[in-house]
Nanobody
Framework: QVQLVESGGGLVQAGGSLRLSCAAS????????MGWFRQAPGKEREFVAA????????YYVDFVKGRFTISRDNAKNTVYLQMNSLKPEDTAVYYC???????????????WGQGTQVTVSS
């Protein structure tokens, strides 16, 4: 069992930056692949980024490549999402998720956090 708690969301102007954190409970964090998803009002939950258990492999959706960076610190049981050059269309609730392997699909993850709101003003 893994419990995930996101933090770091907030209100930022377009062009600004935020760093989201996802703290995991349990001693098996390093065994899990981790992903970040987001969901805007009225839209489906969509993949943003994922990292393998070691952090050695990372994956991004095209529209965040070059702007967002996923990383993890297994000693701290935490995964991060550094978001730069934010745009109003990045406004959404951001969720972290844990699964046995990286996936671009929500169904590929077993555990989810409660989400953190990111709002980008124009």
């Amino acid at each position: 069992q893994v419990q995930l708690v996101e933090s770091g969301g907030g209100l930022v102007q377009a062009g600004g930056s935020l760093r989201l954190s996802c703290a995991a409970s349990g001693r098996t964090f390093s065994r899990y692949a981790m992903g970040w998803f987001r969901q805007a009002p009225g839209k489906e939950r969509e993949f943003v980024a994922a990292t393998s258990w070691s952090g050695g492999s990372t994956y991004y959706v095209d529209f965040v490549k070059g702007r967002f960076t996923i990383s993890r610190d297994n000693a701290k049981n935490t995964v991060y999402l550094q978001m730069n050059s934010l745009k109003p269309e990045d406004t959404a609730v951001y969720y972290c998720a844990a699964g046995s392997k990286t996936s671009r699909w929500p169904e590929g993850y077993d555990y989810w956090g409660q989400g953190t709101q990111v709002t980008v003003s124009s």
